[in-house]
């Protein structure tokens, strides 16, 4: 399968706990994205990747909240102190700008998710 | 925030073509529109884009008002398997295009 991936699919932990994700984008893409997604609400941007450099960051993205991407490759998203609020979809994606023409500029291509639950 | 207006939930018979509408009224001249879709439990999809000229590809057409502050995403023959929240995301300009913004988009349910 060469799609993002993402892992663990899902966790459940209790709050106060801290709590890390990985997501592998499409091996020649330069650029990745984590969201947020909450019950009935469409994805909320969190931050991007252009190769390790972290370029944006949402103000959705507390001081409990950091990324990283340190080779270019692979990236993860880690919550300290866990709080119910922190209960969400967390979706990554990777693009390869400038694979096509300018309007298609940037596609993104989703990985399935992890769900985390505090408990 | 989002910049585009959609409906929250739209029904289709399967075989029968799903138009589902976005209202985009304050887009600027070099700002594209986008759609995307998300089956249950599954990232979001891509599906199609345009600027001004209508698009088609294997999964959908796109009608872009010539105003451009309206569009129509067309799925001409849904299936069972089109039952999705669709997006209608607009994006470029001084915003860049880099996130996408998503809205609370359409929720599309294909029945038999």
């Known amino acids: 399968d060469t799609g993002v991936s993402q892992n663990p699919r899902h966790k459940i932990t209790k709050r106060g706990q801290n709590v890390t994700f990985r997501c592998d984008p499409i091996?020649?893409?330069?650029?990745l994205y984590w969201y947020r997604q909450t019950l009935g609400q469409g994805p909320e941007f969190l931050t991007y990747f252009q190769n390790e450099a972290q370029l944006e960051k949402s103000r959705l993205l507390s001081d409990r909240f950091s990324a990283e991407r340190p080779k270019g490759s692979f990236s993860t998203l880690e919550i300290q102190r866990t709080e119910q609020g922190d209960s969400a979809m967390y979706l990554c994606?990777?693009?390869?700008?400038?694979?096509?023409?300018?309007?298609?500029?940037?596609?993104?291509?989703f990985g399935p998710g992890t769900r985390l639950t505090v408990l | 925030d989002a910049k585009t207006t959609q409906p929250p939930s739209m029904d289709c018979a399967e075989g029968r073509a799903a138009n589902l509408p976005c209202n985009h009224s304050t887009i600027s001249g070099n700002e594209y529109v986008y759609w995307y879709r998300q089956i249950h439990s599954q990232g979001p999809q891509y599906i199609i884009h345009?600027?001004?000229n209508n698009e088609t590809n294997e999964m959908a057409s796109l009608i872009i008002t010539e105003d451009r502050k309206s569009s129509t995403l067309i799925l001409p023959h849904a299936t069972l398997r089109d039952t999705a929240v669709y997006y209608c995301?607009?994006?470029?300009?001084?915003?860049?295009?880099?996130?996408?913004?998503f809205g609370a988009g359409t929720r599309l349910a294909v029945h038999p």
């Open positions: 345009g600027l001004k």
């Open positions: 994606a990777s693009s390869f700008p400038g694979q096509r023409s300018v309007s298609s500029y940037n596609e993104q291509f």
């Open positions: 995301i607009v994006r470029g300009g001084s915003g860049g295009y880099n996130k996408l913004i």
């Open positions: 091996s020649e893409h330069n650029r």
